[in-house]
């Protein structure tokens, strides 16, 4: 078994900051993902990696950057908060492809004053 | 492209009710489908996965099956019980893609 660990838990922003998700994992999972979820909606990709240097964008990269330092580590970056979002942002990693069942950490609430 | 669509935004039910929730999915390959259950203040986690080898799949008293025909991969549980409650997602996953696909979400809310 493994776990994904997120930090942090909760994340208070102020509008035009430039914020830090980290995402660590022990699967040793080559592919890692960050996803957002808004209230009563489902999840929208992010970013995604492969493999440790790799970035591919999702559906919803525009506002963010991500880093893949290591294999076992995924970080996204709000570049820009915008004043009264809301969302929790999940990291998830699998051994592969679309075939393969995802981990999902606990999440990041983010709040933007 | 991959899409996945879940009709039904909510469902409550009582204690002992049986469960169905819609899913239909539309692709040009030969998918994995997923469903996924996410507890308050949790990450999504897998339920049940069924792929092109094997059309039915099981756990926790929930059933799954993936109708190529009717492109449907409907949940169903005979008999709910509070802890159930939860939001369900259907998921769509491709060999040729890093990516899943998840529907919407239905929240399942089970009255004791």
């Known amino acids: 078994g493994g776990i994904i660990t997120q930090t942090p838990k909760f994340l208070i922003g102020q509008e035009g900051q430039k914020l830090t998700l980290k995402c660590q994992q022990n699967?040793?999972?080559?592919?890692m993902y960050w996803y957002r979820q808004d209230s009563g909606k489902g999840l929208r990709l992010i970013y995604y990696?492969?493999?440790?240097?790799?970035?591919q964008k999702g559906d919803l990269s525009e506002g963010y950057d991500a880093s893949r330092e290591k294999k076992s580590s995924f970080s996204l970056t709000v570049t820009s908060a915008q004043k009264n979002e809301m969302a929790v942002f999940l990291c998830?990693?699998?051994?592969?492809?679309?075939?393969?069942?995802?981990?999902f950490g606990p999440g990041t609430r983010l709040l933007v004053l | 492209g991959n899409s996945v669509t879940q009709m039904q935004g909510q469902v409550t039910l009582s204690e002992e009710e049986f469960l169905f929730i819609n899913c239909t999915y539309s692709?040009?390959?030969?998918?994995?489908l997923f469903w996924y259950v996410q507890y308050p203040g949790e990450g999504p986690q897998l339920l049940l996965k069924?792929?092109?080898?094997?059309n039915k799949g099981s756990s926790r008293g929930f059933e799954a099956t993936y109708d190529k025909g009717t492109t449907s991969f409907h949940l169903q549980k005979a008999s709910v019980q509070e802890s159930d409650s939860a939001v369900y997602y259907c998921v769509l996953g491709d060999a040729g893609s890093w990516q899943l696909i998840f529907g919407s979400g239905t929240q399942l809310t089970v009255m004791p």
């Open positions: 699967f040793n999972h080559d592919t």
């Open positions: 998830a990693s699998s051994p592969g492809t679309g075939q393969d069942t995802q981990y």
């Open positions: 990696s492969i493999t440790e240097n790799d970035l």
């Open positions: 069924v792929t092109t080898a094997n």
């Open positions: 692709t040009t390959g030969y998918p994995t």
